[in-house]
Every structure is written in structure tokens, then in C-alpha cells.
């Protein structure tokens, strides 16, 4: 099972970025997914989630600023960011679920299948 995540980087507070979460190993539709991000000496944040059916939540913090999708042909869950703020900088991390016995925002890190390793993203000027 690998879970690797692409495209962060560096951009100016209001602009954009599109993470993406490629998973290989496994059969990737049946697996609820979830974006969480983390600041050094912080805890780990929930920032989104989308469940095998299709169904997404959001932290308060990104509603309205970030969509989470899926593509199960291409074993890919992505993360589109707008309006990125500078507290939106921090690592950020996909993992995945097979059995989601409560809802996704209040599992713990152990919890969860499997993580991906991160991917930064800084947003300032």
C-alpha cells in the first residue's frame, strides 16, 4: 500500500493550489479518504474528507475555499485550494480509511489505514 502526495509549493496569499493523494496497492474505491494538515510543534489538523460514496466535509476553517474530489479510475483523490491563506501553510498529509466507524473528522491519527508522507505547502507574500 503506498499513498503519495503531489503539488504543493510555495504561492501568495489568495492564490491557488491542487494537491493530489495517488494511492497504488490497494482496491482504492472502498477506502474513505482524508486531507489533514500539520504545523511544526502544532497538532495534527482534519482539514477535509470524502467518503467511498462520494460525500465530502470540510473543517470550518477551508469551507468554501477547498474542494476535495475523487477519481477511483485513476486511483486519485484530489485537494483544489483557493484563496489560500497564510495560515493554510503547513504539511499536508493524505490518509485513508477502510472501515469508518465514526465520522472522519474525529478518528485519530491511529485510526486511519494508512498515511501519505506530506507534501508542504507556504502561502506568503
Known amino acids: 500500500v503506498q499513498l503519495v502526495e503531489s503539488g504543493g509549493g510555495l504561492v501568495q496569499p489568495g492564490g491557488s493550489l491542487r494537491l493530489s493523494c495517488a494511492a497504488s496497492?490497494?482496491?482504492?474505491?472502498?477506502?474513505?479518504v482524508t486531507w489533514a494538515r500539520q504545523v511544526p510543534g502544532m497538532g495534527l489538523e482534519w482539514v477535509c474528507g470524502?467518503?467511498?460514496?462520494?460525500?465530502?466535509y470540510y473543517a470550518l476553517s477551508v469551507r468554501g475555499r477547498f474542494t476535495i474530489s475523487r477519481d477511483n479510475a485513476k486511483n486519485t483523490v484530489h485537494l483544489q485550494m483557493d484563496s489560500l491563506k497564510p495560515e493554510d501553510t503547513a504539511v499536508y498529509h493524505c490518509?485513508?480509511?477502510?472501515?469508518?466507524?465514526?465520522?472522519?473528522?474525529?478518528?485519530?491519527?491511529?485510526?486511519?489505514?494508512?498515511w501519505g508522507q506530506g507534501t508542504q505547502v507556504t502561502v506568503s507574500s
Open positions: 470524502i467518503y467511498s460514496n462520494g460525500s465530502s
Open positions: 496497492g490497494f482496491t482504492f474505491k472502498n477506502f474513505a
Open positions: 490518509a485513508i480509511v477502510a472501515e469508518v466507524l465514526r465520522p472522519l473528522q474525529t478518528l485519530t491519527r491511529g485510526e486511519y489505514d494508512y
